[in-house]
């Protein structure tokens, strides 16, 4: 199994040689995306709900309110 995670991680060297900084970049970005989606899934997924929850719009954010308005009354946990 190590010779296979070798294996890629030269592929992933020598695949990242020849690109650009702004390339790096986003495999930086990808990379840390990869590691905490892996290591933190909770954190992860929570980051992720947090990011979604900020680019509502109004209209949306309106909308999402609506729909859970009462909710603890319409569907009691039993």
């Excluded at 890629?8 to 989606?37: H, M």
């Amino acid at each position: 199994m190590a010779t296979q995670e070798q294996a890629y991680q030269q592929l992933i060297l020598d695949g990242i040689q020849t690109l650009p900084s702004n390339a790096l970049v986003e495999i930086v970005d990808f990379v840390y995306f990869i590691r905490k989606k892996c290591l933190q899934p909770k954190s992860f997924a929570e980051d992720l709900l947090q990011t979604d929850l900020q680019t509502l719009s109004h209209q949306e954010q309106t909308h999402l309110e609506q729909e859970f308005a009462n909710y603890e009354t319409q569907y009691p946990y039993e």
